[in-house]
């Protein structure tokens, strides 16, 4: 059995603006999902390591959050349309979208627990902007001008400030399903794989169609122009990675394992970033 809480809403309206020339319509909707994580906890670490790996935690300057058990979703998408009928041989359009999600990301298993400093937001964010005009010339000439412009943002957010991930080992416990006593690992601080990533992304598209009615035969020509841009910056170990083997040996400061990766100028986040430009 798993709580969940889904709700959606929205609204939509539209209307003229100029009696039979120019038009508007707008739309929103909004989805929340609440539940149990798909990643639920199993392994529940004891009160006494639990304790002082916190206060160690708390020592080092490192928030280590809590147990998720209960998490969100959201998405909201919003649309916004102009229609212009210009005269009775032209005709305009104007769009505007955006949709904004976020789900959360866990990961756990009957041997270890990570904490929510260890977890991360995926976001997408996308928002793009279009306009076309059709044009009848003359009884033979027809054309279309679109342009389009969408960029993407597919950060993602962390649940406590950047820190090194941090893996302990040797934590006493038991099993969330069967309350045996068990050993386990607990993992806090931000994950390797997020101490440095961020993803964007942006279009960019013209064209221009026309035709042309010749008699039995229709002539047409175009032009399109493409531009697109990809910009990923991804570091892993940016910040550290930490393991020990209990409890006691991260209250003492004593890892018995190490990595870090930074670039050898000094940590410039340019060297582990990638533009890719098209077009």
């Known amino acids: 059995f798993r709580a969940l809480q889904e709700h959606t809403y929205g609204f939509s309206f539209g209307g003229p603006i100029i009696k039979d020339k120019l038009f508007f319509f707008v739309n929103y909707e909004n989805y929340q999902r609440t539940g149990l994580s798909y990643s639920p906890v199993q392994f529940v670490p004891g009160a006494a390591d639990l304790a002082t790996i916190l206060a160690a935690a708390k020592a080092y300057g490192i928030e280590p959050g ?136 942006n279009d960019y598209n013209g064209h221009l169609y026309g035709e042309y009615s010749l008699g039995d035969h229709t002539i047409k020509f175009g032009a399109d122009v493409d531009k697109n841009g990809y910009s990923d910056v991804f570091g892993q170990y940016y910040a550290g990675n930490y393991a020990f083997a209990s409890p006691a040996a991260f209250a003492a400061g004593t890892p018995n394992y190490l990595r870090y990766q930074q670039a050898y100028t000094g940590g410039a986040d340019t060297v582990a970033a990638a533009t890719y430009p098209y077009s």
């Open 66 to 201: 809590g147990l998720a058990s209960v998490v969100e979703s959201k998405q909201q998408s919003f649309l916004a349309k102009i229609d212009w009928n210009i005269n009775s041989n032209q005709r305009a359009t104007l769009e505007y979208r955006r949709t904004d999600s976020s789900a959360p990301n866990f990961s756990n298993s009957s041997t270890f627990t990570q904490f929510t400093s260890n977890a991360y937001q995926a976001n997408r964010k996308y928002d793009n902007i279009t306009f076309l005009l059709n044009s009848n010339w003359t009884s033979n000439l027809r054309s279309e001008f679109g342009a389009s412009g969408s960029k993407y943002n597919g950060t993602a957010s962390l649940y406590a400030p950047l820190s090194p991930a941090i893996y302990i080992n040797g934590v006493n416990g038991t099993d969330a399903v069967t309350g045996a006593a068990k050993v386990g690992a607990l993992d806090i601080g931000t994950n390797v794989s997020y101490q440095l990533n961020q993803l964007y992304t």
